[in-house]
C-alpha cells in the first residue's frame, strides 16, 4: 500500500495557468507538508498543515494555495503559473509536529513552457 | 538566520567507508537528521540525533556534536545502489510548539567500481 500518494506525476502546463496537485497519506499522520525542489535539488519546505490547520507558511508567492480538506490530504492549488515554478514538489507526512521522521510522496515534477 | 553546509558531490569506491559531512548554524535546534534521495524518486529517512554521540544503523551510521554544530554520516561497505544524494537537516522549533525541517543542498555520492 501506498504510504503516501500524489497526483499527477508530471504536470506539464503553459504559463498563466492555474493547476492543482493533490497529496493523500494512508499513515493516519496528523501533519502534512508540502516541499519544492527546484534544478538545483535544494528541497525547501513551503507549507505545513497540523489536523487541517495551517502551522507553517514559508515565504512563497500567494499564487501557492494549500488547501486541507482532512487530515489525509492536502492539496496544492497554483494560480497564474510561471517559469520559475517549475520544478519537482513533494508532499510528506509525519505523526505529529514533534515526530522526527517523515514520509515523503514520490513527487510531482511541474514544468512551465 | 539559517545556514546548513555539506560537500556538493564526493566520491568513493565499492567496498570502501566514506563520510559525509554537515555543518549547521541555526537557532532552536530540535535535531538533525539524514535522508537518502536516489534520482528521480522521494527522500528517505536514514537517521536522526538529538543527543551528541554516534547512532548506529547497519551499515549507516550518524554522529552529532552539538556544541560544535556539525554531523556526519557514516556508510561502510559501499554498494553501488549506495550511489544517491544525501540530505542533511536540522529540525527548528517554527514556534506555536511546532518543529519544520530545514535542508542543507545535499551530497551527491558516488559509488564507482
Known amino acids: 500500500d501506498t504510504a503516501v500518494s500524489q497526483t499527477p506525476k508530471y504536470l506539464v502546463t503553459q504559463m498563466g495557468n492555474d493547476k492543482s496537485i493533490k497529496c493523500e497519506q494512508n499513515?493516519?499522520?496528523?501533519?502534512m507538508y508540502w516541499y519544492k525542489q527546484d534544478s538545483k535539488k535544494f528541497l525547501k519546505i513551503m507549507f505545513s498543515y497540523n489536523n487541517k490547520e495551517l502551522i507553517i507558511n514559508e515565504t512563497v508567492p500567494n499564487r501557492f494555495s494549500p488547501k486541507s480538506p482532512d487530515k489525509a490530504h492536502l492539496n496544492l492549488h497554483i494560480n497564474s503559473l510561471e517559469l520559475g515554478d517549475s520544478a519537482v514538489y513533494f508532499c510528506?507526512?509525519?505523526?505529529?509536529?514533534?515526530?522526527?521522521?517523515?514520509?515523503f510522496g514520490p513527487g510531482t515534477r511541474l514544468t512551465v513552457t | 538566520g539559517q545556514n546548513i553546509d555539506q560537500p556538493t558531490e564526493m566520491t568513493a569506491t565499492e567496498g570502501a567507508i566514506v563520510q559525509i559531512n554537515c555543518t549547521y548554524q541555526?537557532?532552536?535546534?530540535?535535531?538533525l537528521f539524514w535522508y537518502q534521495q536516489h534520482a528521480g524518486e522521494a527522500p528517505t529517512f536514514l537517521s536522526y540525533?538529538?543527543?551528541?554521540g554516534l547512532e548506529e544503523k547497519g551499515r549507516f551510521s550518524s554522529f552529532l556534536s552539538r556544541s560544535k554544530g556539525y554531523s556526519y554520516l557514516l556508510l561502510k561497505e559501499l554498494q553501488m545502489k549506495d550511489s544517491a544524494s544525501y540530505l542533511c537537516a536540522v529540525s527548528l522549533d517554527s514556534g506555536a510548539g511546532s518543529y519544520q525541517l530545514t535542508f542543507g543542498k545535499g551530497t551527491k555520492l558516488s559509488v564507482i567500481p
Open positions: 540525533n538529538v543527543l551528541d
Open positions: 541555526t537557532s532552536g535546534f530540535n535535531g
Open positions: 499513515l493516519g499522520h496528523d501533519t
Open positions: 510528506a507526512s509525519s505523526q505529529d509536529t514533534f515526530s522526527y521522521e517523515q514520509y
